[in-house]
């Protein structure tokens, strides 16, 4: 095995000791930098690893051990940090959305091509078996040739439990954009790229009340849309229904199912790595075992194929294609018409069983 790739982290909050975890048990990665902009936080956060320096952005971005900066700053950052690594030489995994607005990352995109850096982007939970043993019972042809899609996230809305949760309300947050990445990623992942969407859209209140922390209580104001659904139409003739809300108390609709012309796929969470997959069948529905996938990853695993030096499958073109679908999702919704994706992507590779990520 060759020397790890070196990994720098922007963005110590919340999401940040997932990767931590994760890099920390894989061979190929290895951490060595992070910055925030409250170096207290940072420090706190890698207190648990030993040899990680504790940088300012500015000199992360120019520290040359780092081969990977890992971007987990607010999805209103993500394309600032971005660039400044990428005007740095450096390459780009970032958290999901891969850019507040498909403009902002076709410029990221524009400027990892120039400086010829890899550009890739979360969510890489659909290399989890879950997702991956999915994929590989309809490439197996298990249910025929897949016709439907329905995809559902329904929950009363993050600001119960995030001590700060504005950015969820405002431009690049709500339901789509925040859980929407996770959904549509799978569903590309199963079914392929989409072609043409059809919207609508409420927002059922102004104002959210943070339920936890020291701002207990405390209003905040709601800029963006809070319930979406619509229709997704793939390149194959495939027809995903979703629907996204922060609105909704609860629901008991499967995450994810996969309809086809000879039997039907239950899919698990697609904000997990894992999970039961059902298929339909003569004697009901049966458990598939797990049969592709990443056995026991966790966030960060998509960093592994910098590692490997191979196609990015959590890429950057993967993510602008789910970004360019979501806004095209809200510009439907927004008018009452259909709107023709402009973009589209390759389909990721699948991901063999691993037994581990290690």
């Given at each position: 095995?060759?020397?790890?790739?070196?990994?720098?982290?922007?963005?110590?909050?919340?999401?940040?000791?997932?990767?931590?975890?994760?890099?920390?048990?894989?061979?190929?990665?290895?951490?060595?930098?992070?910055?925030?902009?409250?170096?207290?936080?940072?420090?706190?956060?890698?207190?648990?690893?030993?040899?990680?320096?504790?940088?300012?952005?500015?000199?992360?971005?120019?520290?040359?051990?780092?081969?990977?900066?890992?971007?987990?700053?607010?999805?209103?950052?993500?394309?600032?940090?971005?660039?400044?690594?990428?005007?740095?030489?450096?390459?780009?995994?970032?958290?999901?959305?891969?850019?507040?607005?498909?403009?902002?990352?076709?410029?990221?995109?524009?400027?990892?091509?120039?400086?010829?850096?890899?550009?890739?982007?979360?969510?890489?939970?659909?290399?989890?078996?879950?997702?991956?043993?999915?994929?590989?019972?309809?490439?197996?042809?298990?249910?025929?040739?897949?016709?439907?899609?329905?995809?559902?996230?329904?929950?009363?809305?993050?600001?119960?439990?995030?001590?700060?949760?504005?950015?969820?309300?405002?431009?690049?947050?709500?339901?789509?954009?925040?859980?929407?990445?996770?959904?549509?990623?799978?569903?590309?992942?199963?079914?392929?790229?989409?072609?043409?969407?059809?919207?609508?859209?409420?927002?059922?209140?102004?104002?959210?009340?943070?339920?936890?922390?020291?701002?207990?209580?405390?209003?905040?104001?709601?800029?963006?849309?809070?319930?979406?659904?619509?229709?997704?139409?793939?390149?194959?003739?495939?027809?995903?229904?979703?629907?996204?809300?922060?609105?909704?108390?609860?629901?008991?609709?499967?995450?994810?199912?996969?309809?086809?012309?000879?039997?039907?796929?239950?899919?698990?969470?697609?904000?997990?790595?894992?999970?039961q997959v059902l298929i339909s069948g003569k004697d009901g529905w049966?458990?598939?075992?797990?049969?592709?996938?990443?056995?026991?990853?966790?966030?960060?695993?998509?960093?592994?194929?910098?590692?490997?030096?191979?196609?990015?499958?959590?890429?950057?073109?993967?993510?602008?294609?789910?970004?360019?679908?979501?806004?095209?999702?809200?510009?439907?919704?927004?008018?009452?018409?259909?709107?023709?994706?402009?973009?589209?992507?390759?389909?990721?590779?699948?991901?063999?069983?691993?037994?581990?990520?290690?």
């Amino acid at each position: 095995m060759g020397q790890p790739v070196n990994v720098g982290v922007v963005g110590c909050g919340a999401i940040s000791a997932q990767y931590f975890q994760t890099i920390d048990r894989l061979p190929q990665l290895r951490l060595v930098a992070v910055a925030d902009l409250d170096l207290d936080r940072a420090r706190e956060a890698v207190r648990p690893y030993e040899g990680v320096d504790v940088l300012s952005v500015a000199e992360l971005l120019a520290d040359p051990r780092v081969d990977v900066v890992l971007n987990l700053t607010i999805p209103a950052a993500h394309a600032e940090v971005a660039l400044q690594a990428i005007a740095a030489g450096k390459d780009v995994y970032g958290e999901k959305p891969l850019a507040a607005t498909a403009a902002d990352a076709t410029r990221v995109l524009e400027a990892a091509a120039a400086a010829q850096v890899r550009v890739g982007c979360a969510p890489d939970t659909v290399l989890g078996t879950g997702t991956q043993t999915a994929r590989k019972a309809i490439d197996d042809g298990l249910i025929g040739r897949p016709i439907a899609a329905t995809a559902t996230m329904m929950t009363p809305g993050h600001e119960r439990w995030h001590p700060n949760p504005d950015f969820y309300y405002v431009p690049g947050g709500g339901p789509l954009l925040d859980m929407g990445p996770y959904y549509i990623t799978s569903l590309v992942t199963l079914l392929g790229p989409v072609a043409r969407v059809i919207g609508a859209a409420s927002r059922t209140r102004a104002k959210r009340t943070i339920g936890s922390g020291p701002r207990q209580g405390e209003e905040i104001p709601v800029t963006v849309d809070t319930h979406v659904t619509g229709v997704l139409v793939h390149a194959s003739g495939a027809l995903s229904t979703l629907v996204m809300s922060f609105d909704g108390a609860a629901t008991k609709a499967p995450n994810i199912e996969v309809h086809g012309e000879q039997g039907s796929l239950v899919v698990p969470d697609p904000n997990r790595f894992d999970g039961q997959v059902l298929i339909s069948g003569k004697d009901g529905w049966q458990e598939l075992p797990e049969s592709a996938g990443y056995v026991g990853a966790g966030r960060g695993v998509g960093l592994l194929d910098f590692a490997a030096d191979q196609e990015l499958r959590a890429g950057g073109s993967l993510a602008f294609h789910v970004l360019d679908v979501m806004e095209s999702l809200l510009a439907a919704a927004d008018s009452g018409t259909a709107v023709t994706i402009t973009s589209t992507c390759e389909r990721p590779r699948p991901v063999a069983l691993h037994s581990s990520v290690s």
